[in-house]
């Protein structure tokens, strides 16, 4: 018995899709060191580039967070950040990084991090990128 050849096709469409990376993904920003301020940053892939749209919680009117994305995880963290994101200002910031694909964000281990305005060694939230 002849089997049809364009089952094989779908077949292996659907495995295709399964498999593929979004092209939006949503990391959940949570308070460090008693600072209160927690967040969402948005991930979406844009072509060749990523626009990471952040929003927090808490921020004091008039401030501007510096935020990034480091290498490592909240847990153990990376100081040297990977891509540095526009300052949160009055708790909001969208960044487009060039050339950079979304999966290899997910495939690595990264996270978002802000730090405090008034000294960056202190971490006011981060969020796993997952």
Not at 39 to 60: E, F, R, W
Request: proline share 6%; aromatic share 4%; glycine share 10%.
């Amino acid at each position: 018995m002849k089997r049809p050849v364009f089952a094989g096709f779908i077949l292996c469409g659907a495995i295709a899709l399964l498999g593929a990376a979004p092209s939006t993904v949503t990391v959940h920003l949570t308070a460090q060191n008693n600072s209160g301020q927690s967040g969402t940053a948005t991930l979406t892939q844009k072509g060749s580039d990523v626009v990471v749209n952040l929003t927090m919680n808490g921020i004091p009117s008039g401030v501007a967070e510096p935020a990034h994305i480091h290498p490592g995880t909240c847990a153990k963290l990376n100081p040297a950040p990977k891509y540095p994101l526009t300052n949160a200002t009055d708790g909001t910031t969208t960044t487009t990084i060039h050339n950079v694909m979304l999966s290899s964000l997910l495939g690595g281990n990264y996270a978002i991090n802000v730090h405090n305005a008034k000294n960056l060694s202190i971490y006011v939230a981060c969020g796993d990128i997952k």
